[in-house]
Nanobody, 125 residues
């Protein structure tokens, strides 16, 4: 059974850093593009970042560009989201999602993605 598990969330002060992990089980991550999305209370789920199967192509939302970095280690079957210079508006539940189509991930075609259960990130002093 294909499963994605996020970890690494927590409480951090503004300006701090966190690294989220998205571990895959039940399938080989090599064949999938991966994206990170987030959902804040009362808001719709939004795209954060995406990475192609080989890692050579990445996309970022304007709100995180220059602060967040998506990367992958296919040998470990894991994708990461390094988040630096965090702001209170980054507070949300962060989800990773997988698809064989980078386009589906990039444009958030929700029904065509495999989703993890999410990890909470709270940025507060």
């Amino acid at each position: 059974q294909l499963q994605l598990v996020e970890s690494g969330g927590g409480l951090v002060q503004p300006g701090g850093s966190l690294r989220l992990s998205c571990a895959a089980s039940g399938f080989t991550l090599d064949y999938y593009a991966i994206g990170w999305f987030r959902q804040a209370p009362g808001k719709e789920r939004e795209f954060v970042a995406a990475i192609s199967r080989g890692g050579g192509t990445t996309y970022y939302a304007d709100s995180v560009k220059g602060r967040f970095t998506i990367s992958r280690d296919n040998a470990k079957n894991t994708v990461y989201l390094q988040m630096n210079r965090l702001k209170p508006e980054d507070t949300a539940v962060y989800y990773c999602a997988a698809s064989t189509s980078l386009s589906d991930v990039r444009y958030g075609n929700i029904d065509r993605l495999y989703w993890g259960q999410g990890t909470q990130v709270t940025v507060s002093s």
